[in-house]
């Protein structure tokens, strides 16, 4: 019994591992807490994914196709390899039609540590009540974000106004992101 549950722990917190503790930083974030490092185990989450595959190759081959155990240890260890790429099509959200005057912004985003940061940036820009829509890529640092004209006072409302009135509310949820405005066609000293 003992070796039953060490070998079902093991290939449950090898899957843990291969989300890049996802899990663990979501629900750290739903306390306002901050990365906890856990994405230094991206760059080997191919490798973590391969060990928990073979652990539970060896686990339906040790106690069989009917193991309800068997089968309850991959559907957890499943949903924890997946749940970077739930966060990431999250974090995307999905397409809307904006009628209103609006104003795309493109931010560069600094201080990024894994996909449940850019969670919280989307979150919080999200609850701006002059924001369209957002998507934050974590892969490659960025922010779109849909934004009406005609905010605080009714008044338009220039893309850099708007920009530097963004970079403050991610600035806001924790004092180590930071974000620059993208000016396209500017190149990399447009930030």
Not at 25 to 36: H, K, R, T, V
Not at 61 to 78: H, N
Not at 80 to 91: D, G, H
Request: glycine content about 6%; charged content about 15%; overall charge neutral.
């Amino acid at each position: 019994m003992g070796r039953r549950i060490l070998s079902d722990a093991t290939t449950v917190v090898t899957a843990l591992l291969s989300s890049s503790c996802c899990i663990i930083q979501l629900l750290l974030n739903i306390f306002s807490y901050s990365c906890a490092g856990f994405a230094v185990f991206t760059p080997y989450r191919s490798y973590l994914t391969s060990t928990t595959l073979i652990f539970l190759s060896l686990l339906f081959f040790k106690s069989g196709w009917k193991s309800r155990r068997a089968w309850t240890t991959t559907m957890i260890s499943l949903l924890l390899m997946v749940t970077p790429e739930i966060v990431s099509w999250l974090n995307i959200g999905s397409t809307t039609t904006i009628e209103t005057s609006s104003t795309m912004v493109l931010l560069h985003l600094d201080g990024l540590g894994c996909l449940a940061c850019a969670n919280r940036i989307k979150n919080a820009l999200a609850a701006v009540d002059w924001v369209e829509s957002v998507s934050v890529f974590f892969d490659n640092s960025s922010a779109i974000i849909q934004c009406n004209d005609y905010y605080y006072d009714g008044s338009h409302q220039e893309q850099s106004t708007i920009a530097a009135a963004l970079v403050q509310v991610i600035k806001s949820v924790d004092p180590k992101y930071d974000a620059s405005l993208i000016v396209p066609g500017a190149g990399a000293q447009g930030r």
